[in-house]
C-alpha cells in the first residue's frame, strides 16, 4: 500500500513534518549572527537560499524580498500589522483551513475574531484547567513510567501536550485511539505543506483525507454540545458561548477556528518540551537548581524559547511602500523575520549565546509579538510546567543516558530534538 492510501500514525505523521522543516545541514545560529553582524538587512529570501523548508505562504508565493536579523527590526515589523500583513496566508497553509485561520487574518476580522478567541486563552481561564493537565501527565503518562528507570522522554513528549490539550478542548477523554487519530490528521495538514512536488504528491492526498475527517469529527462534538447547551470549562463549549459586540461563532466557524488550532496544540509543546528537557539535561548543576527552587521553571521555559524557539522565522507582506533599515521595501513584497536571529541579537539581549536564566526580563520572539503572538502560549506555558515538575517529582536523580545517543535540538523551522534518552534511580 502507498503511503498517499493509508493514513500516517501520531508518530509517522510527526517526523514526517520534523523532516519537512529539517532543511539544509547548516548552522543557522552561525550564518544568522554572520548576517547580523555584516548585512543586517538582507535583499533577498534567507530561508530559500540557504535552509530550504516551507513557509506558511506555500509553495507558490513570491519569494521574500527582504530578510531581516536585527531584533530591533523584526520587531518593528510584528508589532505592525496594519503595515505588514499576514492576509497571503490563506492561500498558504490556510488554504488547508477555508482560509478561517487566524494566523491569516488581517484588520478588523483579526481584531473581532481575536477579542472572540482571546478570553478562552488568558491565565485565568488557563490556571483553571491545571489540576485536569497535571492529572493527565502524572496519572496517565508519568507515573506508569517510574518503574522503568529509562526512556526516550520524547515517547512522553509527543503525546502529552496532545492528551491534555484535546480534554481541555472538550474532545472524548475516554477513547486514547481517537485521539491519537485526531492528533495525526492535524499533523497532517502541516506536512502538507511542501517544497518539493513529489512529497506534495505524497502528502497532498493525505492532507486533503485529513481535513475532511477532522472536520467531521470535530463538527459532530460541536453539534452534540450546542444541543446539550453546555455552559462547560473545555475550549468548545466556551466558543459555542462566546460572544463579542453581539456577534456568536456558528457551528462551521467554531469547527474550523478549533481545526486551525489542532496541528499547533501538540506541536509546538512537544518541540519546546524537547528543547527544554535537552538544555536542562545538558546542565546537570542549572537541573539541581531547578529541582531545588521550582519557582525557576517559567524562566526556564522563557529562556528556551528565546534560545532555540521552534518557529525560527515569521513572513508578512507589505501592505505599502515602506523603509526598513535603510532599504526601501515595495508595497506587495514579502518580508521575512528572522524571530531565531533576533532572540540572539547582542543589542537587545547580554551575552545572547549562553543559556542564561538570571539574564534581565526581555520580550523574546519565540511566540511572535504584537497582534498576531500566539494565543495558546500560556497553555503550552502550563502543560510544560506540569510535565517539567511531574518529572523532577517522580523521576529521582534523572539525568541523560550514557549508553545512548545525546540529544540534539535541529531543524531549519520546527526545531527541536528527536530523541532525549534519560535514566533515573
Known sequence: MSLAAQELDIEAAYHAVSDTYLGSDVDIHGL????????P??????????LKVPTNAGAKAAKCAVTLFK?????????????????????????????LIILAMDGEQHRRTRALLQPVFMPQTVNEWRPEIDRVIREEFLLPMVADKKANLMDFGLY??????????GFPADDPEKFKKYASWALALVAANQIDPEKAKIYGPLAGQAVK???????????????????????????????????????????????????????????????????????????????????????????TVRYEPVATFKVRQASKDVEIGGVMVPKGSMVQCMVISANRDDEAFDNP?????????????GFGFGPHMCIGQFVAKVELNSAINGILDLFPNIRLDPDMPAP??????????????????
Not at 44 to 50: E, M, Q, S
Not at 239 to 255: K, P, Q, S
Open 160 to 169: 502529552f501536550p496532545i492528551r491534555a490539550m484535546y480534554a481541555l478542548m
Open 213 to 303: 475527517s477532522l472536520y467531521d469529527a470535530i463538527k459532530e462534538i460541536v453539534v452534540r454540545k450546542r444541543a446539550e447547551d453546555t455552559q462547560g470549562n473545555d475550549l468548545i463549549s466556551r466558543l459555542i458561548n462566546a460572544e463579542y459586540e453581539g456577534r456568536a461563532l456558528d457551528d462551521h466557524e467554531v469547527t474550523t477556528f478549533v481545526r486551525s488550532l489542532l496541528p499547533a496544540a501538540g506541536e509546538t509543546t512537544t518541540r519546546t518540551f524537547s528543547s527544554v528537557m535537552t538544555l536542562l539535561l545538558e546542565r546537570p548543576e542549572l537541573l539541581e537548581r531547578v529541582r531545588n527552587d521550582r519557582s525557576l521553571i517559567g524562566k526556564l521555559i522563557d529562556e
Open 408 to 425: 540534539k535540538i535541529a531543524g531549519a523551522q520546527l526545531r527541536g530534538a528527536k530523541t532525549v534518552h534519560a535514566i533515573w534511580d
Open 41 to 50: 538587512v538582507m535583499q533577498g529570501d534567507f530561508v530559500d537560499t540557504y
Open 71 to 99: 531584533y530591533k527590526d523584526v520587531m518593528t515589523v510584528l508589532r505592525d500589522a496594519d503595515t505588514f500583513t499576514s492576509g497571503f496566508i490563506a492561500e498558504g497553509l490556510g488554504a488547508f483551513f477555508d482560509g
Open 32 to 39: 544568522c549572527r554572520d548576517k547580523r553582524h555584516n548585512e
Open 353 to 365: 549565546d549562553a543559556f542564561d536564566l538570571d539574564r534581565k526580563a526581555r520580550p523574546a520572539l
